[in-house]
């Protein structure tokens, strides 16, 4: 009953931002009053496809879910530049108006209405067209050196690749996922770490679509912790899954690792948020380093959200890697992503430990990415100085 109330509060509060860009734009448009009724049309349409495409996750029938999932995403990233170009058309014109009080006539108000009207929904699609090529094209590889302090000689130049945040789902499924694995293999690491939000969706659904996974290869093996979505999808059983393709699905706990004759930790805890469906799988941190060698200095810790960090400067980490931002994904969502998360994508540093922030390897929710572009990222540890 709550979650059908919100969901009815989440929809009346699209239609009345659906009526706010019809009433902002269409009359301003110098079109026969035909194209104006199609352009209320879409906006009414576009009002129920939304809702269906988040929906569609849960029908069980094939391919009607993945098909309505892939219209109503789309619809939803051109609604959403939509909707932020046209109340920044407005806060312009608001501007201008000042402007115009102050200095009469020196601006053509009449002009910039009619033309920031046509602007608005062209720039919508031509940003929602170049966030799904960039969504869609396999992730790039993105190199960091990480300086640490007294790193033994040994470990200088180890190597871990991160993925993080593919959301195999209902527009990311095998052939996604495949082409993933292919780069990752090709850089030869000497770890994989895999920092959650792997899937959307049952295990029933998708474990033909996370298949490829079982190819990763790496020196010392691939782990896995879980993210946010694993929750929303049955973690339970996407950790016997993800088990049974050979990951190492670590929960707050360590594994001591061996690198030219001297050992490291590589230590995973549950996502940040996994009390409110598990109890039982709390994240913590200074468990996951319990019976740690204190020799083994170099301590990487892999954390699905960035806020993990603060616990984990405490715990005596040298890296965390983290993902769950996106970077944003698409403006103007990055500015918001740091309002709950300390770090939005990149490295930075905490007192004595560093935070790796991935900007993820595909995408949740529309396939669009602006100014954030996925990654794969090849993290190499470096003598500092």
Request: glycine share 8%; net charge neutral; with cysteine.
């Amino acid at each position: 009953m709550r979650r059908s109330s919100f969901l009815a509060r989440v929809i009346g509060i699209g239609i009345l931002l659906h009526v706010y860009i019809g009433f902002r734009l269409i009359p301003e448009w110098p079109v026969n009053p035909a194209m104006k009724s199609a352009a209320i049309l879409w906006l009414a349409l576009s009002c129920i496809v939304i809702p269906l495409g988040v929906l569609a996750r849960g029908l069980q029938r094939q391919p009607l879910a993945d098909r309505l999932a892939w219209v109503g995403l789309l619809v939803m990233g051109f609604f959403s530049s939509l909707l932020v170009l046209t109340f920044l058309r407005d806060l312009s014109i608001a501007s201008l108006l000042t402007v115009d009080s102050l200095l009469p006539h020196t601006i053509s108000l009449t002009r910039w209405r009619t033309d920031s009207a046509i602007a608005v929904p062209l720039l919508a699609l031509l940003s929602t067209i170049i966030g799904f090529v960039n969504a869609r094209r396999r992730a790039k590889v993105v190199t960091v050196d990480v300086s640490i302090a007294d790193l033994p000689a040994a470990l200088d130049g180890l190597t871990i690749v991160q993925i993080s945040d593919i959301h195999v789902g209902p527009t990311i499924k095998q052939r996604y996922v495949d082409a993933i694995v292919d780069e990752v293999n090709r850089l030869e690491p000497d770890l994989i770490a895999i920092t959650g939000d792997v899937v959307d969706g049952k295990v029933a659904q998708l474990a033909q679509h996370t298949q490829p996974l079982a190819r990763l290869s790496a020196r010392y093996g691939a782990y896995l912790v879980t993210g946010n979505h694993e929750y929303y999808s049955g973690a339970d059983e996407w950790i016997a899954e993800f088990r049974r393709l050979g990951l190492s699905v670590l929960m707050n706990e360590h594994v001591v690792l061996e690198h030219n004759g001297t050992q490291f930790i590589v230590a995973g805890v549950t996502d940040y948020s996994t009390s409110d469906f598990d109890g039982m799988h709390r994240s913590d941190p200074a468990a996951a380093l319990k019976n740690a060698p204190e020799h083994a200095r170099v301590r990487v810790l892999l954390a699905h959200q960035p806020r993990t960090a603060l616990a984990a400067a405490d715990a005596g980490y040298t890296l965390q890697l983290s993902g769950h931002t996106h970077g944003g994904q698409f403006f103007p969502w990055n500015f918001f992503v740091r309002f709950q998360q300390p770090f939005t994508a990149g490295l930075a540093r905490i007192d004595d430990l560093w935070v790796y922030t991935s900007r993820g390897t595909g995408y949740w929710g529309p396939p669009k990415r602006l100014g954030a572009p996925s990654e794969i990222t090849r993290i190499r540890l470096v003598a500092e100085g």
